[in-house]
């Protein structure tokens, strides 16, 4: 018998709370029971949603009819068997409770074999009043109806069959992601949602999932440290979402939330994408197991970790570098390829059918993109200017389009970073000192931070009552930068004085004053200035965006333009 009954004093130590809220709760606790019992293919038939029914197929090891009934009751739990094991949980469901609170609140119905003959069971409302012998298929098959049809006041916060469904969508998408050995189907109404080839091949996975754009725009990350390691995927800065709901972060295994987590990832990303749209991960961190604490939230999606910040810089890093190693130019033709072909995908295809068009299309789109590398330092001629916004310019390779204050504000912003790392300060005297007069609250504000703008060159001094005096700025802070922009820099002091974080900080003032000193639309260069630009451009560790994330510069390849006007087919 595999199943045990749980301590009384373990029961208790567990924090209690709701484990079934909605129809995706269920499909979570029995899915993960599926995965417990090492099922290789798991299928879950929703029916409206799930509000229905929910039914739950695996090929897992089954049960035989001790455990088929025992299952049910409270605290039966084949994963913990001491106190201690508590605090070291490595398998995915750990309540005991789960079945039990789902059968006391519906009605289920069971099929279960782990060896010659399968039981089946009936229960309701937590009274078992069916068991009999059934087929000898090798597995459980699991099915809940009539959910909450004994506790009406909590069946009306079920929520729409739209909302629930959707609800049950996005929960076995992150799981197939965290499971790619597993295959996993989910129907409503007769209709797949979601199908996975359980191939174990997590790029294989995402495709499955997220369809051909963001696939093929996935880059690979992998690092290690002593208490963890980090493999999995990130998408290219050319597929980003309005919501964090792609962001999927799996430790050991199991769904977790979390905001540092998220932050670090998003941290990552800096300049290189919009505020305001997230990324497409998919992270796995793998750490001892005794380094998490899983107990803090009984749906137990997020975590507390020992060392969370040796993690996040890790993650940071990892992420960082293969935008940094692989960030291509955004291409003007290629997404609108991408999703033409996505648009074509049957969802009826098989999975093996669909891989085939991927792999032809990584071929494909290999021939139109740049890579990084060839790109930087290579020399680009100006054509001429559009509006006197946009810069024409050409090569051997094709030709390019740059928005000319985006790309000037991501050389400034460069320059200013790179000059605030600098051990040694150059400042310029102002000619004309700039008084500032402040209220008396963000004058104290100022005054507690004002050093940080003082590390970088800047002289202020006091002058009169929450008044300042701005006497010399670093050189960096060219001529464009008139006095009025002084005042934004204290504004920002101020603003961020709460929480003060130096390092962001000093991003914001960065970007603010590149911003602010670079080139305006509307405004007309000569044709040495543009060259200096486009020189000064390519020499950029990222140039490809603003420093906000705004594009600064596509790319027409010769063999775009001969496809644009047909000269090839
Ligand atoms: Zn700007
Ligand atoms: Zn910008």
């Given at each position: 018998m595999k199943i045990r009954v749980m301590s009384e004093n373990l029961a208790n130590k567990i924090a209690a709370g709701e484990v079934v809220e909605k129809c995706a709760s269920v499909v979570k606790e029995l899915v993960e029971n599926s995965i417990d019992a090492g099922a290789s293919s798991i299928k879950v038939n929703l029916v409206d949603g799930g509000l229905s029914a929910i039914e739950v197929i695996d090929n897992g090891s089954g049960m035989d009819r001790d455990d088929a009934i025992l299952c049910f009751q409270r605290h039966a739990t084949s994963k913990i068997m001491r106190d201690d094991d508590l605090f070291f949980?490595?398998?995915?469901?750990?309540?005991?409770?789960a079945l039990a609170s789902i059968a006391s609140v519906s009605e289920i119905d069971m099929d279960t074999c782990s060896d010659e003959i399968g039981t089946h069971v009936h229960i309701k409302g937590g009274v078992m009043d069916e068991v009999s012998d059934a087929s000898a298929r090798t597995g459980t098959s699991i099915k809940v109806t009539n959910l909450f049809y004994n506790t009406p006041a909590r069946l009306k916060y079920l929520k729409s069959e739209v909302t629930e469904a959707n609800n049950c969508i996005a929960f076995i998408e992150k799981l197939a992601l965290s499971n790619p050995n597993i295959a996993f189907v989910l129907t409503n109404n007769d209709r797949v949602v979601v199908k996975t080839?359980?191939?174990?091949?997590l790029l294989k996975t995402i495709h499955e999932i997220y369809g051909l754009n963001v696939s093929s725009n996935m880059l690979e990350i992998s690092t290690s440290s002593d208490d963890f390691e980090i493999k999995g995927c990130v998408g290219k800065p050319s597929v980003l979402k309005k919501n964090r709901s792609h962001m999927n972060t799996f430790v050991n295994g199991r769904i977790v939330r979390n905001n540092e987590l998220n932050r670090a990832i998003n941290d990552a990303y800096n300049t290189y994408k919009h505020e305001g749209f997230y990324p497409v991960v998919v992270i796995n961190i793998v750490t001892?197991?005794?380094?998490?604490?899983?107990?803090?939230h009984p749906t137990k999606q997020d975590i507390k970790m020992s060392k969370m910040d040796e993690l996040t810089k890790l993650l940071y890093k990892v992420i960082k570098d293969a935008l940094y190693n692989n960030l291509l130019i955004p291409n003007a033709l290629v997404d609108e390829k991408l999703n033409e072909v996505k648009d074509n995908f049957e969802p009826v295809l098989e999975p093996d059918e669909k891989i085939v068009q991927t792999s032809m299309d990584f071929t494909q789109k290999d021939d139109i993109i740049v890579k990084n590398e060839e790109f930087k330092g290579l020399k680009l001629y100006p054509v001429g200017q559009v509006h006197g916004t946009y810069i024409i310019a050409e090569n051997e390779t094709g030709m390019f389009i740059l928005d000319q204050h985006a790309a000037h504000e991501r050389i400034n912003y460069e320059m200013i970073k790179k000059k605030m790392q600098e051990e040694s300060i150059s400042t310029t005297e102002m000619l004309i000192p700039l008084a500032i007069e402040l209220n008396a609250a963000d004058y104290n504000s100022f005054m507690a931070s004002k050093s940080v703008l003082e590390d970088l060159g800047f002289k202020i001094e006091e002058f009169g009552i929450n008044t300042i005096v701005f006497k010399a700025h670093p050189t960096?802070?060219?001529?464009?930068?008139?006095?009025?922009n002084l005042r934004t820099i204290v504004d920002l002091v101020i603003t961020n004085?709460?929480?003060?974080?130096k390092d962001r900080f000093l991003d914001n003032l960065a970007k603010m004053v590149s911003c602010k000193m670079s080139i305006k639309a509307n405004e007309h260069l000569s044709r040495e200035a543009m060259e200096a630009l486009l020189d000064d451009l390519v020499k950029?560790?990222?140039?490809?965006?603003?420093?906000?994330?705004?594009?600064s510069i596509m790319k027409f390849s010769n063999y775009e333009l001969e496809k644009m006007f047909k000269r090839v087919i």
């Open positions: 949980i490595e398998t995915l469901g750990f309540r005991g409770e080839s359980g191939s174990n091949n001892d197991p005794t380094l998490v604490d899983v107990n803090i960096w802070l060219t001529k464009n930068f008139s006095g009025d004085q709460k929480n003060f974080n950029c560790d990222n140039p490809y965006n603003c420093c906000h994330g705004r594009p």
